[in-house]
């Protein structure tokens, strides 16, 4: 019974949330007749705009599950974005260095950015678990440590010979290709990444330690639960699926090393990790949504003078609603007479 009204309070939520956001973007200047066309036709069944969600999708899949997979086991992982510049410098570091032969390139690359990022989202959690350093505070100002030393990178010893503040440009061999009709590499890894995510949290001893760790770590721990190295180890694959993100925006979008490859992904993972209610399969659903809403606001803002924190204000909006619908499932509105 809580089940079913949970989730007809949530579907209730989400056609408030489109409906405040739709009444939104009408008084901003879009026809109320032009929505459903900027939405669905020309971004869905537009060839191009559609291998423009696929392409964003990829990322956004990879954040969303970071962020759910660490929420599991109560660690607030708020270091999507520096996890994502380590994944990142891991990943151009072996492109630079020429390690191995070009059939392993890729492989290679994005194992040494699962490295790099599993290692930076180390730091956080030991000192969480040694030290009781508060993981929110810890990560989000390892995100400014990780983006000071990319720039130093970038403006130093890895700055391209064209004067530019980004790497050299990767080799062909080294980008992730396109298979067909707009699906690429990067978004088959990302759906592997869901599906493995899921197997994990739904069918595995770990899925199960997960849940006892969520519900009470202290209960948890007096039933015999290795607390401490399941919340180290879920930090770990939370920082590898970020750093995976990295090595896709890279090698599959931007060709190189850049130091604007990451800005954003930290709050679109955190938001899409809480509509999906840290469910890997409804994170890549989430991000799927979300890569349609961020495309079409960019057709938004070209066609319509939209500006980009439209967006934003609809995300924010949604978030709200979501997060309304739970606690009318909670709590339970008395009108006093």
């Known amino acids: 019974m809580r089940g079913a009204l949970r989730l007809f309070a949530l579907a209730g939520a989400l056609v408030a949330g489109l409906g405040l956001s739709a009444l939104a973007l009408i008084l901003a200047g879009v026809p109320a007749e032009s929505l459903a066309d900027e939405f669905i036709m020309a971004t869905i069944f537009d060839p191009m705009n559609f291998k423009a969600v696929l392409v964003q999708a990829a990322p956004l899949m990879l954040v969303g ?31 630079l260095l020429h390690l191995g032969p070009e059939w392993a390139r890729l492989p290679l690359m994005g194992l040494a950015a699962m490295v790099c990022g599993a290692l930076w989202a180390l730091i956080p959690a030991l000192l969480k678990l040694r030290l009781a350093v508060n993981e929110i505070i810890s990560t989000l100002l390892l995100n400014y440590i990780a983006y000071y030393f990319l720039l130093h990178l970038l403006y130093g010893a890895w700055k391209d010979q064209d004067g530019f503040p980004h790497s050299p440009a990767y080799a062909p061999f080294e980008l992730l290709p396109d298979l067909s009709s707009g699906i690429g590499v990067s978004l088959v890894i990302a759906c592997t990444a869901a599906a493995v995510m899921a197997y994990i949290a739904a069918r595995s001893r770990a899925g199960i330690y997960m849940r006892f760790v969520s519900a009470n770590p202290g209960v948890a721990r007096a039933l015999g639960v290795p607390v401490a190295r399941m919340v180290l180890s879920i930090v770990l694959v939370s920082g590898c699926l970020a750093a995976l993100a990295g090595f896709v925006v890279t090698s599959g979008q931007e060709g190189r090393l850049t130091q604007s490859f990451f800005p954003g992904y930290r709050v679109s993972g955190v938001l899409i990790g809480f509509l999906a209610r840290n469910n890997p399969i409804a994170a890549a659903i989430v991000a799927l949504l979300m890569s349609v809403l961020f495309v079409a606001g960019q057709n938004l803002q070209v066609f319509y003078s939209i500006p980009p924190s439209m967006v934003q204000l609809i995300q924010a909006v949604v978030v709200m609603s979501v997060a309304a619908s739970d606690f009318l499932v909670i709590h339970r509105v008395h009108w006093i007479r």
């Open 65 to 95: 599950l970071c962020a759910a997979m660490a929420f599991r086991v109560r660690f607030w992982n708020l270091g999507i974005e520096g996890q994502m510049i380590f994944g990142g410098i891991g990943a151009t570091l072996v492109s």
